[in-house]
């Protein structure tokens, strides 16, 4: 009897500490003995792991690991706990890795660092007298962002903390970590990106090993990563045997492993797994390496961008059968500019709705070289070059994530200039009823279309050439677009001016102040 009791008793305790180790307390993980990781940390043990529960503003709180797209911004706080103060050292050691896209990470109120790699690994030193021994309050502060360069063959920009981080102690043991051989060249490659799954840390793991075990069954040995995979597979890599291939141009003969979603370049389709993770008809087969295009970083959309292009005709057509006599003399605007601008003031140049229909033409044409500008910015990576006031502008924020399509960036384009088009109409409406002026908003309406057109065709005629034109010249005629660009809105500024003289008696200042609040402010704002 009391060999049964003792029997079951020991039982329970065994069971007991099972679930216990199975179910470890957010903040309370498991520490290991030791940091598999790159000579980042050689040296370092560490104290405390940062996986489990972050708390979100809001009392929300995300699981770490974890992916989000579809975000701009995310902000978590976690709650450290260094060593006892008789213990604490002099300095500590955040570890991170895998902060996407970029991150501001701070420590009690200190900035440590800003990111924008979302797979490198990052060490900051926090010290002593940062620490709240006392009190118990050492919160680390990670504002997540979309920001940062965007790579060739990383994937679409997302949010999220992926990988595990540490805090760490320096440590008398210095334990040399395994470094996967490196080699130049190599007639096949297996192609692996180390795509953070849902399933925490250790089903990655289990996934990458199982990858080397069917890689390996192939018989090739060589690995290129499309972006930095963590350390720790790397050295499970090296242990078996694997080397690494330093530029895939390198390879004669590729196979690309598993699928991802990717944001640059495109991989041919012939992954050995689908998005699914099943097998394809191509597993285990090797493939001549297809080079992607020089300069895009992301196939345009042939069959809509064709169409898009294209519809500013309708509007040509429509321009020519309300007003065939403007229509042939478009381009005397810019040499008998006087006479067209006294028919502006007489009333005499468009008139009802055929106003309306020409000015919506202009405003489309408009729309259409903004939206195919910022497409192939997109395509090409070159979303710096929307930034000409700000490191930040409206329009970067706009493209940058790199998943806006081409109609998005249509509807966006329309909605800003019919915007602008909005409030001057309205502002000029309501000034003109207040204080009696003689001039009508139909007559700046009048001036909006003269001031446009024939330059509202430059817009889009680059793009073209820039989009069919092959891969030669592309920056000339990037440049060339710029250049149109600043004449247009110089252009039309000038005319703005002028048409303004003809059609009011007010004074010289308020002609200025109209034409920088209501014609370029709209424009800086959004640069």
Known sequence: MRGIFLHSWLAVWLLGCLLLAGHALPGQNPVPSTVANSWLTLGLRPVQTLEGEWLAPGGAAMQVPFVVSGRRQMEFTHLLSPPPDSVCPDTLYLYLQGLAWSAEVEFNGKLLGITEDPFGEFLFPIYKEWLDLEGGQNWLHVRLGRKGPVHEFYPEIFLG??????????????????????????????????????????????????????????GCRNLWFPFEPPSRFLQAAASLGFKRVAKLDAVSQVAWYNYYPTGGAEFPRKFWKDARGERTEFAGGFFPREEPADSWVKTPVQTPLVLFLLFPLVGVIVFRSLSNRLFDSVFE??????????????????????????NAFCMLTLATGMASYAYYLQCTGQFEKLNVLTSDSLAYQMVYPGNQTLAGLVFWSLIFVGAISFLKYSFVSLVSFVFRLKFQPSQIQNLDIFSSLPFNFLLILPAWFIFYGGDVFQNVLLVAWQAFFVVFFVRKWISTFQGLNLLSSVSLSLKILYICSLEILPWLILL
């Open 333 to 358: 605007y810019l040499s008998k500019a006087k006479i067209y601008l006294d028919l502006i003031r007489q009333n005499k140049f468009l008139k009802g709705f055929q106003t309306y229909l020409i």
């Open 161 to 218: 903390i992926t990988r595990k981080g540490y805090l760490l102690v320096q440590d008398s043991v210095r334990s040399f970590p395994q470094e996967m051989p490196m080699i130049s060249a190599a007639d096949s490659a297996v192609v692996y990106a180390a795509w953070p799954v849902d399933t925490g840390f250790g089903s990655e793991m289990h996934a990458f090993l199982f990858a080397l075990a069917e890689i390996g069954h192939s």
